[in-house]
Structures are given as structure tokens and as C-alpha cells.
């Protein structure tokens, strides 16, 4: 039997040049969407809505029962929204049973051109869910697209590294003829044993170190603290 086909997507800008149709779109924002997206449905969220506008962030905020806005832009939390993208927001304690909705600068937004490019599954992924992830996605049989949401659609390391950990943990399962998940799966081989100090060299990390968010990063590069596949289904995102 034929394997299903893997392909890696440095940058949204580059998901147009792939036929995503009826395949399994993987959303990675390692810092920090989907490592928070992870850790809130781990921690008892009812669900995560998420949108890829501010104003929608807010009115589906306000239309629905029992949930918090949340998002940031640059580090700063979103003026009219509650909370921000740091997965210490959401410990069971304040997360169980709400449901959040989440505007990102990357991730959200890879979401929606996978759902209009008609991906027939999407999932989000990061270390803390990576083996919910990598199981997943031995048992569909079905063509995946890791799409990396990158940093304002330039190519970054820690989604790329991500992409490499699953690229690690499910290569016998697929056809992989693909320049970027050869890089992908390199660069991880290179780094997988001092992640959290090989993060401290990147460019996001000393963006976001300026906001005091170091702890943040060393846990959105922890493998499995948060295992639970979020799975998006109308129009939200479930485990």
C-alpha cells in the first residue's frame, strides 16, 4: 500500500503553492499559540475559539456564554480583549470549563487559510502535545502539511524545529520527498537534546524575552506537558 505524502510549510506565504484539499493541516505557533492552545484544553477549557480579527475576537467574546477574550500583538495584551497568549494564563484553576477565544498574530491566521484552502482535518501542534500530535497522524493515512505560521510570514526556527520532532517520531509512516522537512528533520536531529538552550539564540526568543516571557518559551519547548490533540470541528477547536 502506498504511504500518504508529508510536506513542511515554512511560511503561510508558501500554503498557496500546495494542494491542501482533503489532507491534514498541522498548525504550529510553538511561541505561543499553540503550545496555549494546548495547555488550556489540557487544563479543563470547554473549548477554544479561534479567530484571526480583533473586532470578531470581541463580539464573539461578548455573544458567547461563559468565555474570555484573549490575544496580543507584540507582546502586549490586545486593548478590549481580557487576557493574553502566555500558556501560564490558563492554569486549571481559571480555565476549566470556559471557553476561550483566541486572536494570534500567526497561528490563527494559518487556521483560516487551511479551512478556505479546504483541509479536510485541522489540528494544532507544539511540545507540549507533540506524541497527541505524532499519533494522530500515524493512524489517518491520510497526506499532511505541517504549516510552521512563522512570524509575520518570515521563516522562523522554533515552528521549523517542531515540524522536525514530528518529522522524528512518524517518518516510516510517509512518502517524504520534501526539501524543507529534510531541513526541518536536521535541524531538530542537531538541537533535540538542548532545546532550551538552543532557543535562547533565536530571534523570537529575544523579542519576546524583552516582555519577561523567558519562562513562557522554556515551557512551549517542553515535550508532552500538555498532551491532548485540539482538533478543529464548527467552527472551534476540541479535544
Not at 6 to 15: A, I, R
Not at 154 to 175: C, M, P, S
Request: aromatic letters at 10%.
Amino acid at each position: 500500500m502506498n504511504k500518504p505524502n508529508l510536506h513542511t510549510v515554512l511560511s503561510p506565504k508558501l500554503l498557496d503553492i500546495y494542494d491542501v484539499e482533503n489532507s491534514i493541516v498541522v498548525i504550529i505557533d510553538v511561541f505561543r499559540a499553540t503550545s496555549t492552545i494546548a495547555t488550556a484544553l489540557y487544563n479543563g477549557a470547554n473549548k477554544i475559539i479561534p479567530v484571526d480579527d480583533v473586532a470578531k475576537c470581541i463580539a464573539l467574546g461578548n455573544a458567547t456564554p461563559n468565555s474570555i477574550t484573549a490575544g496580543e500583538r507584540d507582546g502586549k495584551v490586545i486593548e478590549g480583549l481580557q487576557y493574553g497568549n502566555s500558556p501560564t494564563d490558563y492554569p486549571e484553576s481559571f480555565i476549566k470549563g470556559k471557553t476561550l477565544v483566541l486572536t494570534t498574530t500567526n497561528g490563527t491566521k494559518l487556521l483560516q487559510m487551511a479551512l478556505n484552502k479546504n483541509a479536510s482535518n485541522v489540528i494544532t501542534g507544539s511540545f507540549p502535545n507533540l506524541s497527541a500530535v505524532c499519533n494522530y497522524l500515524k493512524q489517518q493515512n491520510k497526506n499532511v502539511f505541517l504549516g510552521c505560521s512563522a512570524w509575520k510570514d518570515r521563516f522562523n526556527i522554533e515552528d521549523t524545529l517542531f515540524a522536525g520532532a514530528v518529522i522524528d517520531q512518524i517518518k516510516d509512516y510517509f512518502e517524504i520527498h520534501c526539501d524543507s522537512s529534510l531541513m526541518a528533520y536536521e535541524m531538530y536531529q542537531l538541537h533535540k537534546n538542548d532545546l532550551k538552550t538552543y532557543i535562547k539564540s533565536l530571534t523570537h526568543w529575544h523579542r519576546l524575552a524583552q516582555y519577561g516571557l523567558e519562562k513562557d518559551m522554556e515551557y512551549c519547548v517542553s515535550i508532552d506537558v500538555a498532551n491532548v490533540l485540539p482538533l478543529y470541528k464548527d467552527g472551534a477547536l476540541y479535544i
